[in-house]
């Protein structure tokens, strides 16, 4: 059994999704995380998956206002052990619900070619064409909620 969770920012579950970002993510690519970036998280939305039995963070995302009107959805990751286990639907689902509490009325997404479709069979639609970040092909997304 899973739970979706929000996560304070600079708490100790804010720390574990760092590293759980930083371990599926930045590490396979050879990026760091850079502590630079952490002052401008304090504005976002941390979104995690909870394994119920022994409360291990499993998943996460960041949602991080761009306007009034739209929020963008960042570094969803998911455990390698869990992946494929639809955890991943699971918090793209509560990052639309939380989003749609706090306001917002669309999300927008930059998603790595290998998972867009994954975000087309959730609704997301892609817009303009692939572009290029740190070596890394990227398509904007974006779902209206």
Not at 52 to 68: T, W
Not at 97 to 104: Q, V
């Amino acid at each position: 059994m899973r739970k979706m969770i929000d996560i304070e920012f600079g708490s100790s579950r804010y720390n574990e999704l760092v590293e759980l970002r930083y371990k599926i993510l930045l590490e396979p690519l050879g990026l760091k995380f850079l502590d630079s970036f952490r002052p401008e998280e304090a504005k976002y939305l941390h979104l995690g998956c909870v394994e119920s039995l022994d409360n291990r963070l499993v998943g996460g995302l960041i949602l991080a206002p761009v306007d009034d009107e739209t929020i963008r959805m960042m570094q969803v990751a998911v455990d390698t052990i869990y992946q494929g286990e639809g955890i991943g639907r699971e918090l793209v689902k509560y990052a639309e619900k939380r989003a749609k509490e706090a306001g917002y009325s669309k999300i927008v997404m930059h998603a790595m070619l290998s998972v867009v479709g994954f975000y087309e069979s959730l609704g997301f639609q892609h817009k303009g064409d692939a572009f290029e970040e740190q070596g890394i092909t990227f398509m904007k997304m974006v779902k209206e909620l």
